[in-house]
């Protein structure tokens, strides 16, 4: 199993920033993405951005520009730098980390573990 912690959620006004961690433990050898999801009230949970262990990231049309995820493995920790934050950003922001294989043409998660969450609430 792989326990995640996440920290660094909090209030924060329109414009500003606010770094959240995620420090990953237990049987970690298998995985090969981390990443942030993000859920508000009354609407789906949406992928932030990710990070696979060979450096790659990805990150949601809305959040570029504007927010960063990095990955310390030494530490087994990653971060999210979220700059220039809006009110539509309030959400409940979710560590995941994930062993995902390809297989007939598709990714799949063989493995899939969250923290969680940190609330990050942006006033106007």
């Known amino acids: 199993q792989v326990q995640l912690v996440e920290s660094g959620g909090g209030l924060v006004q329109a414009g500003g920033s606010l770094t959240l961690s995620c420090v990953a433990s237990?049987?970690?050898?298998?995985?090969?993405?981390m990443g942030w999801y993000r859920q508000a009230p009354g609407k789906q949970r949406e992928l932030v951005a990710s990070a696979t262990s060979g450096g790659s990231t990805n990150y949601a049309d809305s959040m570029k520009g504007r927010f960063t995820i990095s990955r310390d493995n030494a530490k087994n920790t990653v971060y999210l730098q979220m700059n220039s934050l809006k009110p539509e950003d309030t959400a409940v922001y979710c560590c995941?980390?994930?062993?995902?294989?390809?297989?007939?043409?598709?990714?799949?998660?063989?493995?899939?573990?969250w923290g969680k969450g940190t609330l990050v609430t942006v006033s106007s």
């Open positions: 995941n980390a994930a062993g995902i294989r390809y297989y007939d043409g598709s990714y799949y998660p063989f493995m899939s573990f």
């Open positions: 237990g049987s970690i050898s298998s995985i090969n993405v």
